[in-house]
């Protein structure tokens, strides 16, 4: 039972990227909104399953008959601020303009939860880091494939609200691979390029093994690039000479770290028009203002409902019915995780989030005073401190499939300490 256990486990971390789902819900009289729909996932299928197998292991064992000194481990060990989060945006909903899209928002986030303490209470014991990284390096693989075939055929421009940049004029369809947004396919490649850095810095590799890596790290290196996300090249631009920094005693490091400069530089040679039209910022631009707005938006949200907000899962859904906007498009949570939250269950809310992530972390340093030595904590921690920072500029890591299980899964990692062997 525990070989189909590790089974499932890696097809979910492979499939991460992939939006096969059922729509289940819609609210709303306007057509077809993703934040004030309710979906069932193929990934959220492979997540049930996985609490399936964890209850049948546990059924007769500390799982039940301990359940009080575990409780006490959860509090001591920062699950407890996850919990009251927990409690939190459930009695945000007594404010909820649609209740019934709130609970399943709710039970969304119940899901995730649930997923953070499968993995920090089995991941050590089950599950091996290097098996993980490879599910991601394939995966990522798959996905730059995906970007090369899009970016070249150029399709779908003419539909609002698709990710475009403009280059000298010419409006180029930034490739999506199959996540909703470019933004959540690079947060994803660049998780899979520190995962290629820690496959490449293991003891015993073939030259077979050597050439996958390198293409696989070309086209995936490549892709990254392609996603033109400004926020996720930025922390790629700080996170991986400091990763190189933080490893300077491993032998193998320099390689792989020319290796990634060398990609990138080549891809800034062929492509450097497109990277100055990206990092040429102005507040003018749509996306600047719409950020703007919906930040105020959120402010405002959070000085009319302090303590419990508008209800876990009713940001949209509250100025959809107070504000007359253009087009159903512009609908969306605002691009920042943290006035989300506090704009949908509170300023109690978002202090009992910011507790807990703190614990967390703190945890880490706290129990593992030797993670220095292991490159895959440094990576891991890397990237999740690039996700909280990237989280300040969108929302995907809360609001879609994808991004929810990438920000869950890292950190579940990280909360498992010593799982990295």
Known sequence: MIFLEKIFFYLLVFCLPFQTRKVIWQWGENGFNEWTSAFLYLTDILILILFLFWFLRNREKRFFKNGIKMARGAVARGGFWLI???????????????????????????EFALLFFYLKNNFKDLF???????ALVMSGFAQSL??????????GLEINGVAKIIVDGVTLMRPYGSFPHPNVLAAFLLLCIFCLYSLWLAKKRSFVWNCLLII??????FAFWLSFSRTALLVFLI??????????????????FLFIIFCSVLF?????????????????????????????????????????????????????????????????????????????????GLVAFLM????????????????????????????FFGFLFMALFDHYFWTLQQGQ?????????????SAIR
Not at 91 to 109: D, E, M, P
Not at 362 to 382: A, K, M, T, Y
Request: with cysteine.
């Open 84 to 110: 009251v989060f927990l409690a939190i945006a459930l009695v945000s909903l007594i404010q909820a303009r649609n209740i019934q899209l709130g609970f399943y928002s709710w039970l969304k986030l119940l």
């Open 128 to 134: 091996n880091f290097t098996r993980l990284s490879q």
């Open 146 to 155: 995906i970007v090369l075939w899009q970016y070249a055929g150029q399709k």
């Open 216 to 221: 696989a790290g070309f086209l995936i290196i």
């Open 239 to 256: 996170t991986i000479p400091l990763y190189f920094i933080l490893l300077l005693k491993q032998k193998k490091n320099i390689l792989i």
């Open 268 to 348: 800034v040679f062929l492509a450097g028009a497109e990277v100055s039209s990206r990092f040429a910022i102005s507040t003018s631009e749509q996306a600047v203002g719409l950020r703007a707005f919906y930040n105020e938006t959120a402010l405002s949200i959070i000085n009319q409902y302090p303590l419990f907000g508008v209800g876990q899962g009713n940001f949209v859904w509250e100025i959809s019915k107070a504000l007359d906007l253009m087009s159903a498009w512009l609908y969306q949570p605002v691009h920042n995780i943290y006035l989300l939250i506090a704009s949908e269950t509170g300023l109690f």
């Open 356 to 383: 807990f992530l703190f614990l967390i972390l703190s945890e880490l340093f706290g129990d593992c005073p030797r993670c220095g030595d292991s490159p895959q904590i440094i990576g891991l921690v890397i990237v």
């Open 405 to 417: 299980l990438m920000f869950w899964m890292v950190l579940g990692v990280i909360a498992s300490n």
